[in-house]
Each structure stands twice: as C-alpha cells, then as structure tokens.
C-alpha cells in the first residue's frame, strides 16, 4: 500500500507553489476548490487513482490536502484561503502573531522556528495521526528569502530530529540574477547546510532557468511568478504520478529516490521537462506530436532544464524519466540505446536510464492530453555550477564584511560567525564529492561503503546489476 505523503508550504514562495500544486492535484483527483468530490463516490466503485495519498477524505466525500501552511506575515495565506474556501484545514495554518514577516533575513525566519517549534510538532503529530501508513514529508520553500530559507532550515532540522526515520523531500527555488535582496547569498549558503545535512532528496529550481522555460511554453516574454510556479507545479504532479495513479513499479517516493540518489550528500536533483501539454499549463502554445524518441532525447536538451548550469557535458550518476500519453515501448528502447551512446555517465555508473511509463488523470483530459510529455530527474555534476555560483556570491560579500549586521541578533550568531563558516565548508565538501563522482576511484573509496548508501531496501540502486528499468 502506497503510504501517505504530508506536505509543508513555508514563506511567500512555498505556499505560492503549494497554491498552484494543489490546484493540479485537484484536477487530477476529480476535486473541487472547495475540497468536494466531483465524481460519485461509493463503496461499489473502484477508482484508479490514490488521492489519499495527498488527501484525507471524510464521510461527506470532502477531501482535505495532508498540508501544512507556515508564513510570517498573512498576505499571501489570506488569498490562498479566499480562492479556497473550506479546501484547506485551518488549525494547519500557521501564522506569526506579529505579521512583520522576516525582513528577508535567515536568522529572523530561523529564530521564529525555534521559539514556536514545540506548536510545530503538534501539528505535524496531529497530521501524522490523521494516516494509516505514513511514509514521509515533502517541503516547499525559496532559499533566499527570510522566511523560506530561515523558518524552512528550522523545520528540517525539526524533521530531520524528530520524524528521522521517514523521507524528507525538498522543492527548493533559488534566486535569478535579479534578485533585489542583497543578503540573499547568506540566505542560501545557510539553507543549503540544512538542504545537504537534513534532507533525503532536494529537488532545485533556479528563477533564471524557470523564467526562459516559461516564456518559451507561453511565447510571451511578459511572464510571471505565477506562471513560474505553474511549471515547477507540473514538475510535483509528474515526480508523483505514479504514487497517485499507481501501477506496478514506482509507487512510492522512496522507491524513485532511492534509484538516482546513491549517497546521502549527492541529493541534488535537477529536473528537466518536455513538452507541457494543456493539462499542465492551459496557456501553452503550438504543443507538437512527438513520440517516447523524441521526447527522451529532448530531455537532455539545455533549454529544458530547470538549473541553468554552465557544464555542456555534465556527468550523470543516474537518471530517472517519468513519460505520459500515448508511448510506444520500442520508441524507449531506441532512446536508450542511443543516450547510452550520447550521454556521459560517471564510470562506475551504468549508462542506462530508469524509464517509468506515468497514467494521464482521466479526469484532467485537455485536447492533446494523449501527447507524449517527459519529467527526467538527473543526478549529475551540473549542479556544481549552481553551487559554485552560491559560493561565489556569498564570498563576495562574507570576505567584506558587508551586511552582516543583519545577522548579528541571531540566536544562531550569538557566540560569533562560525555558522557561516561551517555552512561554507559544508557546501565546498558536495563540490568536492560531485567532482569526484565523475572518476573511476569513486565507486571504490565511497559507494563500497554499505554506510553511506542511501537505503538499504529493495529499492535501493544496485550498482552491480544492469539497471535499464523500462
């Protein structure tokens, strides 16, 4: 049995993409925005979708996501519940009694977390409660505002603490080249800590890479982060398809992350995507028939990816691509065999592909809802330019000294800047790793060592055995 999912939406960002999340799941599930089924229900009637993976479900056929809503100020919760109404459970809402936000400082957002965390646990315990078969958590957050990155860090390091044993997924935006928050570099460097020690499986979005990808989808330069969210949405609905509308393999997040994530620092994933068909974003444009071939291929295009990264052979660890609409299996064997020629792997690795063949929400058709369209998520040396770029941006101004004021009454800062230090040489040591990776010693010195494997199930990779998953 599939087991249950809750999910935590922190800051501006996180519950903006939760909003647009819950928006698809509902389509998906046959939902309302009232929470009210659209479909009959009865006991005579068997569904093939598993909407109480994200939904509890009460004997009025409502259903209720398994979510949790944290911000330090109430703007964007308020339209949330007011577009809504009666969808989401309040005593899940968490809002700071004063509304002043985090003034875009980690600390800040950190710093509540630790005075309200023991309000925290009850509520997450009281969702845990509300499940038959809990299986893990998923977290929605920006690095680089304050409460995302601040209020975010202090709850994975609450999960990580007291729920260890269950996955902790993170939905992780970073900045553009844009941005207007000028210690955003500090933000991060100290997320990215929590992201590496705390977490299972982060899967990363850069502004930079979403904005181009959502002009493209919609032929319009005049985007925003609405639409933004939209995509990153689509990539949430894609990575759990296959536990909502289950079939024989894949059918749970365990089970997908286990397959591309071998150590537990390499946990870094960037997601691709191709091509977004109606039933994912509406406003799409000029959508073109393409088969599992095309598809697959297309996947490794640049112009796809969701981390804008400067590699242009990037080393894979692993690869897992989840395909929906009308597939012929030939079409993905063909592909195989020629990524395997085209791509590079790390040598220890075997160049294969784990292919997962996705259900089409019957009901969420759109007109080209039978278009073949592809997640890929990839383990692979790209990351390191964003974390490079990271570094960069936080040496620039930590070696100056500048803005480090607004740090300075930071429970955390109290004995001085170690936290930042510590933060920076965590980072440097997953640069390190993931350039390593990409040699033939690699497998020996780590992956040997059972301790640092990520799992120890059936699930788990085997780097042994032949691992083309069709």
């Given at each position: 049995m599939?087991?249950e999912?809750?999910?935590?939406q922190v800051?501006?960002?996180g ?8 928006s698809?799941l509902?389509?998906?599930h ?7 089924s659209?479909v009959?229900e009865?006991?005579?009637i ?16 409502r ?9 330090l ?8 519940r ?26 800040t ?7 309200n965390q ?17 299986e893990?958590?998923?977290l929605?957050?920006?690095?680089a505002?304050?409460?995302?990155s ?7 390091e609450?999960?990580?603490?007291s729920?260890h ?6 939905y ?8 207007e928050?000028?210690v955003q570099?500090y933000?991060?460097m ?7 020690e705390?977490?299972?499986a982060s ?20 985007i925003s982060y ?5 995509v ?52 799409s444009?000029?959508?073109?028939r393409?088969t599992a ?15 804008t990264h400067s ?8 690869i ?10 030939s079409?993905i ?20 592909l ?15 809802s ?10 692979s040396?790209a990351i ?10 936080f ?14 009454n ?8 170690d936290e930042?230090?510590?933060s920076?040489?965590v980072?440097q040591s ?13 497998v ?8 640092v ?5 059936d ?9 083309n998953?069709?």
């Open positions: 599939t087991g999912i809750i999910t935590l800051g501006q960002c519950n903006q993409v939760g909003r647009e999340f819950w698809q509902a389509k998906e046959g939902i309302g925005k009232d929470g009210l659209l009959e009865s006991p005579t068997i569904r093939e979708d598993n909407p109480l993976t994200f939904f509890k479900q009460n004997d009025s056929n259903y209720t996501p398994r979510a949790l809503l944290f911000d100020e109430p703007s964007i919760i308020n339209d949330i007011s577009n809504f109404p009666g969808f989401f459970n309040d005593r899940n809402v968490w809002v700071s009694q004063d509304n002043l936000g985090a003034g875009n400082t980690w600390s957002g950190y710093d509540y977390g630790t005075e023991d309000q925290f646990i009850n509520m997450i315990d009281r969702e845990i409660d509300a499940t038959e078969n809990f893990g958590f998923q929605i957050h920006s690095v505002g304050g409460t995302g601040g209020l975010g860090s202090n709850l994975l609450l999960l990580a603490d729920y044993k269950k996955l902790v997924t993170t992780s935006v970073f900045p553009s080249n844009e941005s928050v000028v570099p933000n991060t100290l997320t990215l800590r929590r992201l590496i705390d977490s299972d899967v990363v979005f850069d502004n930079n890479a979403l904005s181009n990808i959502t002009a493209r989808v919609l032929r319009d330069s005049n609405a639409q933004s969210n939209q990153i949405s689509t990539v949430m609905s894609c990575i759990t398809n296959s536990v909502r509308l289950p079939s024989y393999m894949f059918s749970s997040l365990p089970s997908i992350f286990s397959t591309i994530v071998p150590t537990p620092s390499m946990h870094f994933l960037v997601p691709n995507f191709s091509s977004f068909t109606t039933d994912f974003v509406p406003e444009n000029n959508i073109k393409s071939y095309d598809v697959i291929l297309d996947l490794f295009d640049h112009n796809n990816s969701m981390v590699s242009d052979e990037p080393v894979y660890i692993a897992y691509d989840l395909l929906q609409g009308y597939i012929q299996q079409d064997t063909r592909a195989i065999l020629k990524t395997q020629k085209r791509v590079q792997f790390a040598p220890w690795s075997k160049s294969s784990h292919v997962n063949i996705g259900k089409k929400s019957s009901f969420n058709q759109s007109p080209n039978d278009y073949v369209s592809g997640l890929m998520l990839s383990n040396t390191n330019s964003l974390l490079k770029k990271t570094c960069h941006s040496d620039t101004i930590y070696n100056r000294g500048a803005f480090l004021h607004k740090f300075q930071g429970r955390v800062f109290e004995n001085g800047w930042f230090k510590e920076r040489e980072v997953v640069i390190e790793e993931y350039a390593y990776a990409a040699q033939d010693s690699y020996d010195d780590i992956l040997l060592d059972d301790n494997l990520m799992g120890n199930d699930a788990s990779m085997n780097i042994q055995d032949d691992d998953i069709i």
